[in-house]
């Protein structure tokens, strides 16, 4: 009780000065108005029952940065946004690609921030029967009300395990908040985290600039990373965006420096969020693999919905 009434505080306090970091003038704007009043496009085919028998690891691309990761018999959802908007102004783009009455029992949920498409707190109450605990960065805590699960928050490098299955908070560069005037303070937190289960290694950047001492400190405590759940837009503008969120190029880079043997790219093409032109993230992420000649089969671009299995039993 004392977490919500904190939680209804918080909110009294900063909402008149709402802003989210969705919130961009021009095209943002028109963009934005355009699809809600026309809706998001239909995702055709939708997995009914993503739990693979014969997947050690397998992904399943939600949209933005929401992604189901199995790892052997574990599920865990990243940023689950399945809500139509976030923020009250950004219209989603495209349907979520699983429908949260089909999201599977859950082992953890991992919340990477506070921003209004990472944090989502009317998605999180469609599947709040599903998963036992909800994990978010230090400062996180009073954004989130009373759930039927646990809350926990993890500061950097901080480990929780149960049943072998272990996560760990790590460094990013981006930054916390939700309101305006506490994303100005410094409030809320923000963070990556690595999920270790039965010798397979994911990792989930969330939002990120590019950092390189971030990436290979984190190589360093973790030197056998699978998977890296990267995002690589917004881009533009540049001049704003380069201080919280890496690019195409930025991404790869990073996924490098981490040492990922797969690579599966989120965050775009979701919401409109920046002066992105859709489709411009994927197509410039093609062109920088194909200048770097990047092995075939290390970046999986998947479309919302789409599952890929990348160990098989």
């Known amino acids: ?71 052997d018999d574990k599920q865990i959802l990243t940023d689950p946004v399945f809500t139509s908007t976030v923020g009250l102004l950004s219209a989603r783009l495209v349907e979520p690609g699983l429908d949260p009455e089909h999201v599977p029992p859950l082992s953890a949920v991992l919340v990477s921030h506070t921003h209004f498409d990472h944090l989502s707190l009317g998605s999180l109450e469609m599947i709040e029967e599903k998963t036992p605990v909800l994990f978010v960065p230090r ?19 901080q480990r929780w395990e149960h049943d072998g299955l272990r996560i760990t908070a790590v460094p990013v560069k981006h930054g916390g908040g939700r309101y305006g005037v506490d994303i100005a303070l410094g409030w809320g937190g923000f963070t990556g ?7 397979v290694t994911v990792y989930f950047g969330g939002d990120t600039a590019y950092d390189r001492k971030v990436f290979t400190e984190t190589r360093a405590r973790f030197p056998a990373i699978d998977l890296a759940l990267m995002p690589i837009a917004p881009i533009g503008p540049r001049d704003f965006m380069h201080s919280r969120h890496v690019d195409p190029a930025e991404a790869l ?29 994927v197509s410039e992420l093609k ?13 999986h671009i998947l479309a919302p919905g789409e ?7």
């Open 253 to 281: 880079e990073a996924c490098e420096e981490l040492g990922a043997k797969w690579v599966v790219p989120i965050h775009f093409d979701t919401f409109i969020n920046s002066s992105d032109e859709p489709g411009q993230a």
């Open 193 to 199: 985290y690595v999920v270790e289960y039965h010798g």
């Open 1 to 71: 009780m004392l977490r919500a009434a904190s939680s209804t505080v918080l909110m009294a306090l900063l909402a008149a000065s709402a802003l989210s970091c969705n919130s961009m003038p021009g095209r943002i704007l028109s963009g934005n108005t355009g699809a809600l009043f026309g809706g998001p496009a239909p995702v055709a085919n939708k997995v009914r029952e993503p739990y693979r028998k014969d997947a050690r690891l397998a992904v399943l691309w939600v949209g933005h940065a929401t992604a189901l990761v199995q790892i």
């Open 287 to 299: 062109r920088v693999m194909a200048a770097r000649r990047i092995a075939p089969g290390k970046v």
């Open 139 to 157: 400062g996180a805590l009073p954004y989130v009300p009373d759930f039927a699960f646990d809350t926990i928050e993890l500061s950097t490098w």
């Open 307 to 313: 599952q890929r299995i990348l160990l098989g039993r």
